[in-house]
């Protein structure tokens, strides 16, 4: 690229990884909640330039441990930027945390550690090439949050977290035994020692592995890893989690630790695709994600909860995306990609407003939130146009992904597009619903005005915005590339 | 001279069926009391009444609108536009292709449209009672006229009453079970537009049983006059209508002379008077029925035209 | 610069001037600024698209933005189908933003509406010009939620909520029935594009589908029975003029997506098609207008009103399928004039009648007929253009709801030459189903325009009332000026579509303008003629030489007194005849059938001094028929799942097990 | 080639599976903390044995965190435990000990029936020890699964983890990665879990999961 670039490259990747764990270290040591938020945004930017910076400089080899391809730096650069914005968005929502009392000087401390630590793992899930070392920080960044999802110490928090930690290590477990059966999958062919886990070399020689290991390994590792992208009916932490956490680390949670697996569990679909006689990984994939959309759609209608329903929200979306890369074909990947991103970004957003909302009505209670779009202008508009955007309305961007995936599958397999359209159907009727009741109609709750700075939930609202109406060429055929390679 | 002749053949029958229709009129009225064994009022009673009725001065409600007042003349102008272009005793009037049978209707429509605002103006409680049963007594004769329609176009290819006449009056039309049909639904239709009995009662003032009498009844002066003369203008319609469908002798085809006309005219002439007699002899035979036995009557219409058009395939040439 | 590049530019400033709504909304020059603006984008489009459709009668300028689908870009096409739609759009939206100026006054949210209004003509405007599917459906759904913001403008009344979200619920099932369709179009590969579409051959089984999936579709927008139920909770929620624009100019939209797949996308029809449509269409047109007879409010009677229509122009269509699939090229381009000509006109007196609706409400703050009544003596203008509004959408002539009509009464007599039994026994059927309907219509609006305007004021509200600003009139007056003249000249408009029918069907009705005397002749003239300007001529002119002749030889003399009424004292003014009392002959004569209409008269003994009381019950048969169930459906099956949240962990956790001995026990029997 | 060397490997990897069945069977927590105890045993003599014959000696680490943290430590802290909570000794089973036992059975078939798929060309030792550790994993789950008691839940995930480390050693040369994590994760759950054991008996006086429950039961959301 440039004269830059050597230098850069020496340690792009290595930035992505020690930024956060020396901002980690720092913020451990660091008392104050002031200097430590700025430290957290601060840190989270580095990171993010460091993500930004793989585009420009050439990748390293793919060495024992760490890979850089065009799949992987798609998630980190979205890790890295919904990390930074929720960084901006905690450092307003801890503040008011502590004015409120709800959170001590001590929690915060562990907080800001914690959340750089959670980064620290999935960027390293990210950029892992060995499956073994994928896995340990998979297994973090979830044990990470876990511990900030507890960290209100309600009881309802703990039993949160409780119940999170509880599935997520049987999640631990199956993903292991998955990594495991691979490795002897492997082993025979690559020869035993470390190349027996380098993703790399086992792309290369997966066509030659024992079809009926890897099926067992997939079926564990889908079942593993997908308790943390909470498809139904591995799901059950999921709403828990997102509703008794800080609202920062729900964003994070349905905005990035869910890409996290999905990314885990798309690399040995990959896998999987590369043996012919393996069993299909689609099928598998699209029923799982058939069944949590159709599940999530139902369990959308009686929430009682804002932050519950948009984590039921999440469940649903995933699903979509599961269904998507499981159907396959460059259409139907391609949408996956860009469901996925945009997911992110507008689940993000909408947390941040949830957030706000729930910090100025004091209550997370649906039935206690109304006509906001009176009271909070720019809150309640922000809300609904991120609402819109997740009930896939245009000019948003996932009208286009949902456009393509529901096209595509109709094409290819009618029977399947009816549950998939009855499960948007259904979804859409609760989301618009709840829409209807907190965005409109006579105002209920404290009116007073928000403090904190809405300009990270605008700009994912405008990013979202921007790409339903227009994806930059380059980023096309990035994602075209990446929708080939998935197969 | 063609020209000429064609547009004095219009003119004179649009002036033919504004003096006959009060002639009409009485005449149905005469040989009604004939058949009571009354001496009756003499033929041109009607014409009396309405010049009297136009020296009168007019009475109008306090809170009656512009409709009101310019409503009569309305409804009149429409009735005779209607009327005029009807072939009465000759075919090819030269504006006869204005107006198709389904403008005809139309026409009428118009005319009832006017008449039941006019009805709800002044704002009584009976004006309401005329002006819904009409508008409900018209939801089930229209579509019944426009189904008669359907099946005389469908047979004759044509909804131009020239054009269907001449057909009527070709040999080919031979007998057909839907013409019929057609022909009683089209007699009971015509009752219930007229308002004649069993339908309606134009003689009554029973307020509870009256429909089109309730319409008018804040009417008085030239006004009533108006409604008047458009009343039993559509009568004669009504008939000519009938008769130049069903019974389209001696028509004068247009460039005939003088003679087929004057023939035309007798006949038409002794059509009119069989027709009304027919009609009064029909009246004093039947009582008039409640007004929630009408729809029925109407539906009764409604349901022949509707068999009318089907069977028009089974009897294509009987 | 192309008259479609003109368009498209306009589309791009009214979405700048929503933009600017948002910013100026707290400012009391929005109104003017927005409204104007609108107006004048909007009949810049007018013009253009006018004259697009009287000079070319073939070019179809395209244009490619690289925006929407990346490998796909943005396809934008002016063909004579388009320019016809955006013509109607346009005036639609030029006056509306007209009467706007006035109406817009007294909003007293206007920052709920001023964005989003320039927005919706947008909206319609790209759905007009889309050239391929994506393009199509994001600007259909972008359409539907800015009127959806519309709709909700006024979001304190519970009842607008429920109208809003019935609304957009059923909307985007459209939408995605409509994906479907387009998918089903696009095969596998994904070929998005109109002209691929056009260019592909398509399996009858797949035409099929694709056609019942657009019935679903666009029916759902359009307002098709049993579809139809949103739309008059939907469309009087929204301010009047943007009422107007719904009713009389998206229902539209939604035919015009209609008539572009069936017509132009799907290649030939088969038969069965012109059948369904046929049926769906008379069973709408009766339906709707049965209900408008049965209504008490004056927004939503016109709303159903509205559906009765969009019958109509089904039931034309159906016609114009048939006759297609038969190859009858004159009858197919007969019925598809028909159709046009009534899209045309119902989009002129559907915005006049929410026009005058509108004045109505702002002058009395009422929408309940039976609170209203005398307003011709204080609203003079205002109720004689509703008058002519009334007489236009009754299809009674001289006025333009009689042309078309007549137009499709001759498309139906062409029915015998058909060969399918089915459809000659069909279509004359339906012909009397839109008779009927025609004739309810007439006493529907009889209903309307007697209760609302004649009589005696009902209320103070009604009692003291002022006429509406000029804005409003003028508006109003123009619309109703259109109607005469499109009913007394429909030549022109039959001559002025037959660029968009030849495109559509290959074949054209005879130019009617050289015909003598300007009438109108489908076919020939010894069949069937109309001729609109002689029939007004002589009526004007004889109701005038008749006045003349009698006030000059008779009476001229004029006294005012007391109604007669039999004798009876005047009454109080609830003593007249009420909307509901009007329609009672009516509803006892099809409303028992139709929806289950039941009367109970509660008459105390004499003696006994409890006030009689009358109630009359009446049932939406497809409201509870089919959506009640689904309702209930999808509630009970919420209710049964959320019991998954609350098992404890081991229930979970058996949960996981379970799924993963399934898992494995399909490895264990997969081979 | 050597059998007796299989045969060995095979009868303590069964022995595991036997082991497990034990556990099933047990309805009192002391004795299910013993036969985990006797559990953990197998396992470390197992992967002892795998060291052996692999001639792996960094197996012998996983040999000895098996025996000190799962077959001595955790026992005794977990009877301490229950001693201080005062934790009702007998276990309340969800089904009786005799459809458990049937499912166990079936689970143990079932694994069979999935690995034997396997083809022989891959490395006969991993596939029979495969099965074994598959069985043991699954029967690890159904103890979760079928007992309402937080200690025993705790116990049927920890006996999951053995087979686990079953599965990983008999991995030919698994790198040292693998076990490390293993002991690593463990770790680190144990920490958490002792945490949140904490946590919760200062909010309840009991560690049985039902009583969050009963919370959840009450705030309905």
């Known amino acids: 690229m440039n004269v830059l670039s050597p230098l850069l490259a020496f340690d792009a990747v290595a930035a992505v990884l020690l930024v956060p764990v020396v901002a980690a270290a720092l913020l451990a040591l660091l008392p104050g909640y002031r200097i430590t938020a700025r430290l957290n945004v601060l840190a989270s930017l580095l990171t993010l330039l460091a993500a930004l910076s793989l585009f420009v400089t050439e990748r390293p080899e793919p060495g024992q441990y760490l890979l850089v391809d065009d799949l992987n730096i798609v998630f980190i650069v979205l890790n890295a930027f919904v990390g930074f914005t929720t960084s901006i968005f905690s450092a307003s929502y801890i503040a008011h945390e502590l004015e409120t009392g709800r959170l001590t000087p001590a929690n915060l401390r562990f907080y800001h550690a914690m959340y750089q630590v959670m980064m620290f793992g999935m960027n390293l899930a990210f950029v892992s090439n060995n499956i073994g070392l994928m896995w340990v920080a998979v297994e973090l960044a979830t044990l990470t949050t876990v511990l900030m999802v507890g960290i209100y110490r309600t009881h309802e928090a703990l039993e949160a977290a409780w119940k999170y930690f509880i599935l997520g290590s049987v999640g631990i477990a199956f993903a292991l035994f998955g990594t495991i059966l691979v490795y002897l999958a492997a082993q025979p062919v690559v020869g035993e020692g470390y190349d027996a886990m380098v993703w790399t070399i086992l792309v290369e020689h997966a066509a030659t592995f024992d079809p009926a290991l890897l099926n067992v390994a997939f079926v564990f590792l889908l079942l593993g890893y997908g308790t943390k992208v909470g498809l139904a009916p591995l799901h059950a932490w999921l709403p828990d989690a997102h509703a008794e956490g800080p609202t920062p680390i729900s964003a994070v949670l349905s905005g990035l630790l869910l890409n996290v697996a999905l990314y885990a569990v798309l690399r040995f679909k990959i896998l999987l695709s590369a043996s012919p006689e393996a069993i299909a990984a689609g099928p598998l994939m699209m029923t799982m994600g058939l069944t949590s959309l159709i599940f999530a759609a139902f369990m959308l209608y009686r929430r009682r909860d804002i932050k519950r329903l948009f984590a039921y929200s999440s469940i649903e979306h995933m699903g979509i995306i599961v269904f998507a890369f499981g159907l396959g074909g460059p259409l139907a990947n391609f949408a996956g990609l860009l469901h996925m991103v945009m997911h992110s970004l507008t689940k993000s957003a909408i947390f941040f407003a949830v957030g706000h909302v729930a910090q100025i009505k004091g209550t997370q209670r649906l039935s206690a939130i109304r006509g906001l779009t009176e009271t909070h202008p720019s809150l309640g508009w922000g809300l609904l146009a991120g609402v819109i955007a997740i009930a896939g309305l245009p000019p948003m961007g996932i009208f286009m992904s949902e456009f393509l995936i529901v096209s595509s599958t109709f094409a290819r397999h009618p029977l399947l597009a009816i549950p998939l359209v009855f499960g948007l159907l259904v979804a859409f009727g609760a989301l618009l619903l709840r829409l209807t009741g907190v965005a409109f109609g006579q105002p209920r709750g404290s009116v007073a005005p928000g403090k904190a700075s809405y300009i990270p939930m605008y700009a994912h609202l405008a990013l979202v915005l921007g790409a339903g109406i227009y994806l930059p060429p380059p980023l096309v055929a990035w994602f075209q590339h990446i929708a080939n390679l998935l197969r | 001279m063609v020209l000429i002749s064609a547009l004095f053949v219009q003119a004179f029958q649009m002036a033919l069926v504004v003096l006959l229709a009060p002639l009409l009129t009485g005449l149905i009225r005469k040989v009604k009391a004939r058949l009571l064994r009354r001496q009756g009022p003499s033929l041109i009673q009607p014409y009396r009444d309405l010049l009297r009725l136009l020296r009168k001065e007019a009475v109008v409600a306090e809170n009656a609108s512009w409709l009101f007042r310019v409503a009569p003349y309305l409804i009149f102008a429409t009735t005779w536009v209607a009327a005029a272009v009807i072939p009465t005793f000759a075919t090819g009037l030269i504006f006869s292709w204005t107006a198709d049978l389904i403008a005809i209707v139309a026409l009428l429509g118009s005319a009832r449209f006017l008449l039941a605002l006019a009805g709800m103006d002044v704002g009584t409680s009976f004006g309401g009672i005329g002006s819904s049963r009409e508008a409900m007594i018209a939801t089930l004769a229209e579509p019944s006229m426009l189904l008669i329609i359907f099946t005389l176009a469908l047979v004759a290819g044509s909804t131009q009453l020239s054009t269907i006449a001449g057909f009527m009056s070709s040999p080919e039309v031979g007998l057909r079970v839907s013409l019929a049909i057609a022909l009683v639904a089209l007699v009971m239709v015509a009752i219930a537009e007229n308002a004649r009995i069993p339908v309606d009662n134009p003689a009554t003032h029973l307020e509870l049983t009256m429909v089109h009498e309730a319409m008018v009844l804040e009417y008085s002066g030239r006004h009533l006059a108006m409604i008047e003369l458009a009343a039993s203008l559509k009568l004669l319609l009504y008939i000519s209508l009938i008769v130049c469908i069903f019974v389209p002798w001696k028509l004068a085809a247009p460039e005939t002379g003088p003679t087929a006309y004057l023939a035309g005219l007798v006949v038409y002439l002794t059509k009119l008077i069989v027709g009304g007699a027919l009609l009064a002899l029909f009246e004093t035979s039947i009582a008039k029925m409640r007004v929630f036995r009408v729809p029925e009557f109407l539906g009764a219409a409604l349901m022949l035209a509707l068999l009318a058009t089907l069977l028009r395939f089974v009897s294509r040439s009987l | 610069m192309t008259s479609l590049s003109v368009i498209l530019s306009c589309i791009v400033m009214f979405l700048v001037t929503g933009g600017l709504g948002i910013l100026m909304s707290r400012s009391h020059r929005a109104t003017p600024a927005i409204y104007g603006l609108s107006l004048l984008l909007s009949a810049i489009a007018f013009v253009i698209s006018l004259m697009h459709l009287a000079t070319s009668f073939v070019d179809a300028p395209t244009v490619i933005l690289p925006i929407g689908l990346p490998w796909l870009g943005a396809h934008f096409r002016l063909d004579a189908l388009s320019a016809f739609f955006l013509l109607v759009a346009n005036l639609g939206g030029t006056l509306a933003s007209l009467y706007g100026l006035g109406y817009g006054r007294h909003e007293h949210a206007p920052h709920r509406v001023l964005p989003f209004f320039p927005a919706f003509i947008a909206g319609m405007n790209l759905v007009l010009l889309a050239d391929d599917a994506f393009t199509f459906l994001i600007s259909w759904e972008f359409m539907s939620l800015a009127s959806w913001a519309l709709v909700m403008s006024h979001h304190r009344d519970a009842g607008n909520r429920r109208a809003g979200y019935l609304y957009i619920v059923m909307a985007s099932f459209g939408t995605l029935a409509l994906l479907l369709a387009f998918g089903l179009l696009a095969g596998p590969e994904g070929a998005y594009g109109f002209a691929a579409i056009r260019a592909a051959e398509h399996a009858p089984l797949t035409a099929g589908l694709v056609l019942i999936l657009l019935l679903l579709g666009a029916g759902s927008k359009a307002g098709l029975v049993p579809l139809h139920v949103w739309l008059p909770l939907a469309h009087p929620a929204a301010p009047s003029h943007v009422s107007a624009l719904m009713s009389g100019v998206m229902t539209k939209i939604a035919i015009y997506g209609f008539i572009r797949v069936t017509f132009d996308l799907l290649g030939a029809p088969m038969w069965w098609w012109g059948l369904v449509v046929l049926l769906l269409g008379g069973a709408t047109a009766a339906l709707g207008i049965l209900h408008a007879l049965m209504e008490r409010d004056l927004k939503r009677l016109l709303a159903y009103s509205t559906i009765e229509n969009i019958g109509v122009i089904f039931v034309s269509l159906g016609l114009a399928l048939a006759f297609k699939a038969n190859g009858m090229g004159l009858a197919s381009a007969l019925a598809l004039t028909a159709a046009l000509f009534h899209i045309f006109n119902h989009s002129l007196f559907k915005s006049l009648l929410f026009f005058g609706a509108g004045a109505v409400l702002t002058a009395t703050g009422e929408r309940d007929m039976e609170k209203l009544g005398g307003l011709i003596h204080r609203m003079p203008v205002t109720s004689f253009t509703f008058l002519v509004g009334c007489v236009a959408i009754s299809a009674l002539p001289p006025f333009n709801g009689f042309a078309s009509e007549w137009l499709a009464f001759q498309a139906i007599l062409q029915s015998p030459n058909l060969p399918q039994w089915a459809l000659t026994i069909a279509v004359p059927a339906v012909g009397g189903l839109l008779a009927l309907s025609a004739a309810l219509a007439a006493a529907c609006f009889i209903k309307a325009f007697g209760i609302t305007f004649l009589g005696r004021p009902r209320t103070p509200a009604a009692s003291d009332v002022s006429e509406v600003d000029r804005f409003s009139l003028g508006a109003m007056g123009v619309l109703a000026g259109l109607c005469l003249l499109a009913g007394i000249l429909p030549g022109i408009v039959i001559d002025g579509v037959a660029s968009v029918v030849l495109s559509l069907v290959g074949d054209r009705m005879p130019v009617q303008m050289d015909i003598p005397w300007l009438s109108i002749v489908p076919i020939a003239e010894s069949r069937s003629s109309y001729n609109g300007l002689l029939v007004f001529l002589f009526i004007a002119f004889s109701a005038s030489a008749t006045i003349y002749i009698v006030h000059r030889y008779a009476s001229r003399t004029l006294r005012r007194s007391a109604a007669w009424d039999c004798g009876f004292p005047e009454g109080s003014p609830l003593t007249q005849y009420t909307a509901g009392s009007f329609a009672q002959p009516v509803r006892r004569v099809f409303g028992t059938l139709a929806m289950r209409v039941r009367e109970r008269v509660d008459m105390p003994a004499p003696g006994d001094l409890r006030p009689a009381t009358f109630s009359v019950e009446q049932h939406d048969l497809v409201w509870e028929g089919l959506y009640v169930p689904i309702a209930g459906a999808v509630g009970f099956a919420a209710e049964k799942l959320n019991r998954l949240q609350f098992l404890s962990i081991r229930r979970y956790l058996s949960l996981v097990f379970l799924a993963l001995v399934f898992l494995l026990l399909v490895l264990a029997l997969w081979s | ?221």
């Not at chain 4, 992967?47 to 000696?57: E, M, N, R, S």
């Open chain 4, 1 to 221: 080639m050597n059998g007796p060397v299989f045969d060995i490997a095979h009868m303590l990897a069964g022995g595991l599976v036997l082991v497990s069945m034990m556990m099933l069977y047990q309805d009192r927590l002391y004795a299910l903390l013993n036969v985990f105890a006797l559990h953990s045993l197998v396992l470390t003599l197992s992967v002892a044995w795998q060291a052996l014959i692999q001639d792996a000696p960094h197996l012998y680490v996983t040999a000895a965190i098996a025996l000190i943290f799962k077959a001595i430590v955790i026992p005794v802290a977990l009877h301490r435990m229950i001693r201080q909570l005062g934790i009702h000794r007998e276990i309340e089973t969800v089904v009786g000990v005799g459809p458990t036992m049937l499912a166990g059975i079936g689970l143990v078939a079932l694994s069979i029936v999935v690995m034997l798929r396997v083809t022989p060309e891959a490395d006969p030792l991993a596939r029979e020890d495969l099965a074994f550790a598959l069985s043991v994993l699954l029967l690890g789950l159904l103890i979760m699964v079928t007992r309402r008691n937080a200690v025993s839940q705790v116990v049927g995930f920890m006996s999951l983890e053995n087979g686990l480390v079953l599965a990983a050693t008999g991995a030919k040369g698994m790198p040292l990665v693998v076990e490390i994590s293993v002991a690593f994760s463990i770790l680190i759950a144990f920490i958490v879990i002792g945490v949140f054991l904490f946590r919760i008996r200062e909010r309840f006086d009991t560690v049985d999961v039902r009583a969050l429950d009963d919370f959840r039961g009450r705030r309905r959301k």
